[in-house]
């Protein structure tokens, strides 16, 4: 059944308009990014349906425009020429229809004819507890609306209500979606499904997940999984959930994971190597990746977690939180899966610098530094008070402020740094590592260093450095 803006989706729509009226004056933001993508109020999180359609990018986002704090979700929607350049389009979906009334939850979209194909989750909790999950379809079609039509797959047999983000895409004629799932023994699958019509989904089995091809593990969710081709190989990406302990509390992990390996299509039996954790920073959680007209894989991923302390960036004072990351493009080199920025970040840049020396610092809010044939030296990057990022012959050490305690917390990439790429944007820097054999994505909100004065980036070391910088100006 389709469902186009019924007049509950207007309701919503109307009451979204209405907030929008009241957001803070975004001209006196020292937050808002110049060219990362960013919500104009509420709060955003995992990006969804990524494709190039109609001559344009397209980034669908979960998006609270009601709040900056987490509930219902709704789709939002930007387009774009050039991936760095957003316009702001209509509201896409709003939780309005019976099998989404906690949220139209992540998922991914397909170009098929002259139709981007929306798949994403409905998730309805229950009154006396517990919760059932709706994997739904929509379309767009070239200067329309979002079409809402209705579920296409219930709840599988044999797992809990946390069955969500369909990831879709089409093999040899056929269609493919795999899903994040938990079972009814508490353990994180992958779950595949085919279709030879986008309607009517037929199981296939477990793509990944405890006891599934030699891999054993404790995960108790599987979020956010990412099945594609590349180079001759597949590539799972999936955000494991499990437990730590930290100041005597248990506390959910927010990782991100990468596995190689090869996808069977007639037995959805995935033979992979051993998983690589995709980032190294703060700030890094549920991205997904898409085809370009290129062939490009392209992946955004949130800038962000939704961990016990987003409540305090101060950003939410100015009626947004969070931010995407840069588009990056995703390589295969050597059995390994590299990050870069798309080549599209050259355009950006302005006014180069080039540095031999000791020390120096470069200005600019919105900046790219890359450090070049570096000898094991002990290196200091100082990027605000709340952040810096320390190098020496056993790796990468990112080092920030926290915002909840105020005490400096560390995550390490341990390896030989011979080569940094950073990207700063207001309030995000993005670290790139041996040309993008590894990432730190970080957001902060302290001052610059200096007597009132905002820096770019600060560099000192004991040995010669060869630097170039340049302004990222959109």
Known sequence: MKHTHSLADQRYINEVLALALNQANQAQDPYRPVWHFAPLFGLLNDPNGLAHFNGEYHLFYQWNPKACAHGAKAWGHATSKDLFTWQHQPLALAPTQDYETHGCYSGSGLIVDDTLELFYTGNVKFAEG??????????????????????????PDGYSGHVRDPKVWVHQERYYMVLGAEDLNYQGKVLAFVSDDLENWHWLGEVFG????????????????????????????????????????KVETFDVTYHIGDFDYQTAAFNHQDGVLMDHGFDFYAPQTFADQDGRRILFGWMGKPDEYEAYQPSIQHGWVHQMTCPRELTLVNGRLKQNPVMELTHMRQHQQVFKGLSTCFDGLSGELQLHNLQNEELLIEIAEDLRIEVDSKGLRTVRRNLKNHQWQVIEWPGRVNSLQLLRDHSSLEVFINEGEAVATSRFFGKGFGAKADKGFKLSSKHELSAIYWQLVK
Request: proline share 5%; net charge negative.
């Open 130 to 155: 517990g919760r059932t999950a709706y994997q739904c379809r929509a379309s767009l079609e070239a200067g329309k609306q979002v079409e809402k039509k209705g579920i296409v797959l219930s709840l």
């Open 210 to 249: 405890d006891g599934l091809n030699g891999y054993h593990c404790d995960d108790f969710m599987l979020e956010c999984p990412d099945l594609f081709p590349l180079e001759n190989r597949h590539v799972l990406i999936t955000c494991p959930k499990n437990w730590l302990e930290r100041d005597g509390k």
